[in-house]
């Protein structure tokens, strides 16, 4: 490919001091580029594989989460898979995204403790009512709840998620 570069300024007698006008830096320096190379040689270098595709689809993110293997018990993360038929109870709570159990914990202005669980279809208030009880189990005091049909949410005062996800993945959830 022959390529040369040449100075407009010298081939046209542009006098040195140019207006200052906007331009491309090359216009502004005087340079232009001239190829002449034809067009067989510029896509000679090009090469279309559809074999090795595979590698490029190894980079690209799947759309959607895989569902989880299947395991047996508890995984090494802590990880427990939902039972295989769901429990025969007024409401359900589905898994996230992730698969994992949609409890989590909230801390507001320093100080205020609230646990959330989401994802509650069916009978909601029949899960408050089951959620005070074990947590009254475990406290010895009856704790303060909030539900709301709207956004599918429980809270309850204070962190007790990791209580909550136990309970809730003995019940087959």
Request: aromatic letters at 6%; one cysteine or more; a positive charge.
């Amino acid at each position: 490919m022959a390529a040369s570069f040449t100075l407009r300024r010298a081939l046209l007698g542009v006098s040195p001091l140019r207006s200052r006008t906007p331009g491309s830096p090359a216009g502004a320096a005087g340079l232009r580029f001239v190829c002449k190379a034809g067009p067989e040689e510029r896509g000679a270098g090009i090469i279309e594989s559809t074999e090795e595709y595979k590698f490029v689809e190894r980079l690209i993110p799947p759309s959607r989460v895989p569902a989880p293997p299947r395991h047996a018990g508890v995984t090494p993360s802590g990880w427990t898979p939902p039972a295989d038929s769901p429990p025969a109870l007024q409401y359900v709570i589905r898994r996230s995204r992730m698969h994992n159990i949609p409890v989590y914990t909230d801390l507001t202005n320093g100080s205020r403790k609230m646990t959330l669980i989401r994802k509650v279809e069916g009978d909601i208030w029949a899960l408050e009512k089951d959620v005070k009880e074990f947590l009254k189990e475990v406290t010895g005091k009856e704790l303060p709840t909030q539900v709301n049909e709207v956004t599918m949410t429980l809270k309850v005062k204070g962190h007790f998620d990791g209580e909550l996800k136990q309970w809730l993945t003995s019940k087959g959830f």
